[in-house]
């Protein structure tokens, strides 16, 4: 944390409003794969039925992708942040009155609401590090705050385990859990939230560090049609096809220790700390790493796809899930592979804000976002049918895809924008 004599250090507070947010938001998202064993049995799902819930998620966050983003452009990061936070905060309680005889219709449309609602999450937080933080300091800031998705994704097992009963007795506490730490985030975020140039408590020589590579964002907002025909646009959403393989482990992961190993719901805990810590390690690491490439004088070009070359390497051994029978070599190579894409998602989402002005940023996130939900979705379909008719073979090549999806992407970017050249307030090319 850069930090000079008298510079002061505001960003940082609230770099911790985007930490606590993460953390609400994926606790949220993780309880149903954490009690998907559970709930499966006691509401006699099929692996298609649960598909299905999780896809009602995904097109909501597919379509609330197309539009957040837009909206936290327009209403700006303070009222677009608190709408998204408190849709999906009111969606994730209502999980909790779904009753037996609509299982499937209603955990259906409570995950629709909740994943409308966290489609903002993400545009809204890139959207506040390119605000409040130089280029150099957004991949490191970027996997600060990414990386408190491990936070809720270890929390969730926890707290599950002590809530539910084996049986399913309770289930519907840890839906309700949230509630109130998203209230507090609400009043916090309204109370403290502006811009760093009418901030009070942020002094002039942090304001002109936070701007020292980038100019101060216009008040004009960039039209839709001068967004989407933009190559770099579509490398960002290249790169979020990944998103997939994230959801598999966030989503599928507890079903797949229950089928292969036996864990249940008392005994996840540990196998989802060692998986999600080393996801944390992989995030903070990763954002790191390409800010340390270009202290040493190494382009933002370089940098960023060196980074994203490690990351896809590191990922590769994840295939070999598919076939190992030990348990804990399944748990840490998961985990090395979650460590990989939380790597790689801090530096992809630093992507938009080293191209596009600050005005866009939000918007094209959301296009990137939307991609990534569709990929996700075909990918739950595909595996749920899989898993109902040829059993844990679709385990096999979900691991398989997952560990060489990286490197391939990773081809398709660099050839939609080999060099990243900085795009200006009209979304022309810079001459930097």
Known sequence: MNNKTGMGNY???????????????????SIIGVMAPTLMKMFDWSNNDYANIMIAFKVAYALGMLTMGGIIDRLGTKKGYTL????????????????????IIGFAAARFGLGFGESGHFPAAQKTVAEWFPKKERAFATGLFNAA??????????????????????????????GVFSSIWVLLWLRTYKKP???????????????????AESSEKIAWKKVLPKRQ?????????????????????????????????????????????????????GGWLSGAFMNKGWSVNKA??????????????????????????????IGIGAAGHQAWSANIFTLV????????????????????????????KLLGKVLDSAGNTGYFWAFMIAGSAY??????????????????????????
């Not at 140039?197 to 100019?215: C, G, Q, R």
């Not at 596009?356 to 990929?375: D, E, H, L, N, W």
Request: hydrophobic share 55%; proline share 4%; glycine share 6%.
């Open 11 to 29: 960003r940082w507070r609230i770099l911790a409003m985007l930490v606590y947010a993460t953390t609400i938001n994926y606790f949220d998202r």
């Open 84 to 103: 998204a936070i408190s849709i999906w905060s009111i969606f994730g309680m209502l999980h909790a009155v779904v009753r037996p005889a609509f299982s």
């Open 149 to 178: 998705t491990s936070i809720g994704a270890i929390a969730a097992p926890f707290v599950v385990g002590w809530l539910v009963h084996e049986s399913g007795k309770n289930w519907q506490y840890p839906f309700l859990f949230t």
């Open 197 to 215: 140039e009418d901030h009070p408590k942020v002094t002039k020589e942090e304001l002109a560090y936070i701007n020292s590579d980038s100019a």
């Open 233 to 285: 646009t579509w490398a960002f959403a290249a790169a979020k096809i990944t998103d997939a393989v994230w959801w598999f482990y966030l989503f599928w992961g507890a079903k797949f220790l229950a089928d292969t190993f036996d864990v249940n719901i008392k005994n996840i805990g540990i196998p989802f700390l060692v998986m999600y810590l080393l996801a944390d390690g992989g995030s903070i690491f």
């Open 304 to 333: 960023r796809k060196m980074t994203l070359l490690l990351c896809a390497i590191i990922i590769l051994p994840v295939s070999y899930v598919a076939i190992t029978e030990s348990k804990w070599l399944a748990i840490v190579l």
């Open 353 to 380: 804000s080293d191209v596009f002005p600050k005005k866009a940023v939000a918007s094209v996130t959301g296009i990137g976002g939307m991609v990534g939900a569709v990929a996700g979705i075909i990918g739950d």
């Open 407 to 432: 490197l391939i992407i990773l081809g398709v970017v660099h050839l939609l924008m080999p060099k990243m050249t900085p795009l200006d307030e009209n979304l022309e090319l810079t001459n930097e």
